[in-house]
């Protein structure tokens, strides 16, 4: 059974950072591209970032772009998002998804809630 | 960015009775292998999302069948033959075409 559980949330001040981690179990994490998504409190969905097998390919909204990064450790079955200079607007439950099909991704974390607010 | 737009934003279902929610991109999400990678999510109350639909009308396992998509190039649909209590929820259609990858606003469904 694919389970991925996130962790590593919390409230931070602006400017502040954080970083995710999402422990993955149950399919061959080396073989597979993943996802950060996240959700505003009341709002939809939004992409982050995504990541491929090894780590050498990685894409961001560009809302995020140069103050988080995504990474994975294939031989712990885990990936991360690392959150700098955090703002008001970053303040969501951030989900770690594992990719499925090409342009799609097939397994959701229950998320991790991140507030930044002084 | 690729701009989804989803119709209705609220959708009140009688049980028993169908419902449609309307999908629709800014460009089109064939990709050059001939594929469209249109998505439908469900995210029930309190949960996380949970995918039904992949390259527009595939669905995954487990998704009953009253749920279907259809669709080509900018517009999609997705469809529920018969509402049950459990589809209440709000659901997304997504593009995984063009990067970054954007999502619809959501329909909320709800029993009537």
């Known amino acids: 059974e694919v389970q991925l559980v996130e962790s590593g949330g919390g409230l931070v001040q602006p400017g502040g950072s954080l970083r995710l981690s999402c422990a993955a179990s149950?399919?061959?994490?080396?073989?597979?591209?993943m996802s950060w998504v996240r959700q505003a409190p009341g709002k939809g969905l939004e992409w982050v970032a995504n990541?491929?097998?090894?780590?050498?390919?990685?894409y961001y909204v560009d809302s995020v772009k140069a103050r988080f990064t995504i990474s994975k450790d294939n031989a712990k079955d885990s990936l991360y998002l690392q959150m700098n200079s955090l703002r008001a607007e970053d303040t969501a439950v951030y989900y770690c998804?594992?990719?499925?099909?090409?342009?799609?991704?097939?397994?959701w974390g229950q998320g991790t809630l991140v507030t930044v607010s002084s | 960015d690729v701009v989804m737009t989803q119709s209705p934003l609220s959708l009140p279902v009688t049980l028993g009775q169908p419902a449609s929610i309307s999908c629709r991109s800014s460009?089109?999400?064939?990709?050059?292998?001939?594929?469209?990678?249109l998505n439908w999510f469900q995210q029930r109350p309190g949960q996380s999302p949970r995918r039904l639909i992949y390259?527009?009308?595939t669905r995954d396992s487990g998704v009953p069948d009253r749920f279907s998509g259809s669709g080509s190039g900018t517009d999609f649909t997705l469809k529920i033959s018969r509402m049950e209590a459990e589809d209440v929820g709000v659901y997304y259609c997504?593009?995984?075409?063009?990067?970054?990858?954007?999502f619809g606003q959501g329909t909320k469904v709800e029993i009537k």
């Open positions: 998804a594992k990719a499925g099909s090409t342009g799609s991704v097939d397994y």
């Open positions: 149950g399919f061959t994490f080396s073989h597979y591209w």
């Open positions: 990541i491929n097998q090894d780590g050498s390919e990685k």
């Open positions: 460009q089109s999400l064939v990709n050059s292998d001939g594929n469209t990678y």
């Open positions: 390259e527009v009308s």
């Open positions: 997504m593009q995984g075409i063009h990067w970054p990858w954007t």
